[in-house]
């Protein structure tokens, strides 16, 4: 006797079966439709491969956000603290999700990490204590931030890999063979850069901008008048330097001799001409009659990048926009501006990303390599488990029109449910081709033992794909704190497991009619092995 919840489920069951063996055998009678299934499900992994966005990982709502301050070359601390002052004032009474401000005006790192920088740190409340995400916060702030003319300000969220470090997500080195070439070429990049809808901010760590005053001795005039060039330099160090002579003690007290003008003597830089150097006949001579100055610009340091004089350009994406477009975008820029003799590569979490991308290639096709393995060691026939892998494409087909119609990306979290997705599938085809040997090992044909094996194996094949789709679902519905970066992979894994589920049921009964031997090999069943009966003849119809 069965209890009464077996009793009302079970003719649920049989009527599934019933109606699966039924519409198994009309795709039987026309099995060279698999093909056009599986040709089809190769082309979706095609079209979504390069339609999907593809970044590294999905932002968190960390509660936490950065932002940057630079202003012109040669601000002093008093300018940066009063536009750090403001900026921090706007931030306590416009952004009411604010629950703390950190402000460091010339931190000495992060920014440019110089007198003229300064950053803010905006700690959030809790996700659950506000109505807006951090994202839209940021998106609010970005758009405020052009009332601040003061300074060149951009927002920044931490990211999700890399310990939560703060920094615009696309990084890319550009490598010149000489500085006077990338000082040429450097602005046009940057130009077109900012010219493109990809990218909200552009910024670039190497800054012509530091202001330089060039003094250049007329090496001719300067003999004439009976004047060498130490004596000019020397003459302009004990004026400019502030270089230290000795010390004198005076109540107790040690105190330095330092050896220069006074300030109203060198504020300007025509000062510099106002000096007077004696020559070698003891005369005096004002400089003004043997140099010549120059103002120009220079960077305030130079970068290298494998052993190239280098500029790292970084770049914020727009909305909608994702880090595989933001790297596309500076290919672009690449290819247009600069010429053969420049290379580019990547740095931060841009070479975070190109890494993984090469990674999952690799992976995938060192996973599907060792299930091949491990079945052809199992089945003892290398047919068998090249039927059983026919579930692969299906299940990639179905992971991408998920993630493509859930609006998701191909990042690390979904690339790990694609792999993972690769053993959950491959258990359909198992259970159905291992019960089919058996079957034909029995003696009945090929076609029939298909056919009877995918029945009988029907409800084990739902009953797992169900389970593991249920455990998959929380995080899928992003569920718990920071889980948002995690939906992409429960997507992937369900939408994969869903669709190659369904396929599986008829392309592998399909596959196996085309590829199988039409008898079993002797070593696949061993002397005295027991072979179950079709579930056919305990299935009644109600």
Known sequence: THNWFYNKTEPIFVKINNTYRSHLEWFMSRRWIAFLVIGFSILLIYLFVSAIPSELAPLEDRSRLQIMATAPEGATFDYMDRFVDNLVGYLNDSIPESEAVISVTSPGFGASGSVNSAFVNLILKNPDEREKTQDEVAVKISGELVKFSGARTFTIQPQTIGGGRFGLPVQYVVQAPNFEKLEEYLPKFIEEARSDPTFSVIDVNLKFNKPELKLTIDRQRARDMGISTIDIAQTIQAAFSGQRFGYFIMNGKQYQVIGQLDRENRDAPIDLKSVYVKNNRNELIQLDNVIH??????????????????????????????????????????????????????????????????????????????????????????????????????????TLLTIWYFNQTLNIFSQIGIIMLIGLVTKNGILIVEFANQRKAAGQNKLEAIQHAAVARLRPILMTSLSTVLGILPIALALGAGSESRVSMGISVIGGLIFSTFLTLFIIPAMYAYISRRTAAVSNVTEGEFIPRSEEEEIVVS
């Open 293 to 398: 100055l120059e103002e120009e610009s220079a960077p305030p340091q130079l970068y290298r990048f494998n052993r190239y004089v280098s500029a790292t350009v970084s770049a914020g994406l727009a909305p909608g926009k994702t880090l595989g477009d933001g790297i596309e975008a500076m290919d672009r820029v690449s290819e247009k501006v600069l010429d053969e003799t420049f290379s580019t590569s990547l740095s931060g979490a841009s070479k975070d990303f190109e890494e993984s991308s090469s990674s999952l290639i690799f992976a995938f096709i060192l996973a599907l390599g060792l299930i091949y393995l491990v079945l052809a060691a199992q089945f003892e026939s290398f047919r068998d488990p090249f039927i059983i892998l026919f579930t692969v494409p299906l299940a990639l087909a179905g």
